[in-house]
């Protein structure tokens, strides 16, 4: 079994930044992708970030610009910076990872999220 922890979300005002943390701990031989997701009240979850275990990058096109993703693997963390943050940016946010647990076994795993809200 893997857990994925997440950290960091709050309140902020429009064009603040906050810093979110995602760490995996249980049963993990390897770490593929890694991700953020978020899901604002009445819509559908949405991609905002993914990073490769070899660090390619993929961002939404309402981020680009502003958040930036990383991760540490001997953490087995991912991270998820956001700056210039704006009210359409509130949201639940996931995190998310594909995990090899053993040899071609794979899964992937969602953390339960936090809340980020952007209000003055």
């Known amino acids: 079994q893997v857990q994925l922890v997440e950290s960091g979300g709050g309140l902020v005002q429009p064009v603040g930044s906050l810093r979110l943390a995602c760490a995996a701990s249980g049963s993990i031989f390897r770490i593929n992708n890694m991700g953020w997701y978020r899901q604002a009240p009445g819509m559908q979850r949405e991609l905002v970030a993914d990073?490769?275990?070899?660090?390619?990058?993929a961002y939404a096109d309402s981020v680009k610009g502003r958040f930036t993703i990383s991760r540490d693997n001997a953490k087995n963390t991912v991270y998820l910076q956001m700056n210039s943050l704006t009210p359409e940016d509130t949201a639940v946010y996931y995190c998310?990872?594909?995990?090899?647990?053993?040899?071609?076994?794979?899964?992937?795993?969602w953390g339960q999220g936090t809340q980020v809200t952007v209000s003055s």
């Open positions: 998310n990872a594909y995990v090899e647990v053993s040899h071609l076994s794979h899964y992937t795993y």
């Open positions: 990073i490769t275990s070899g660090c390619s990058l």
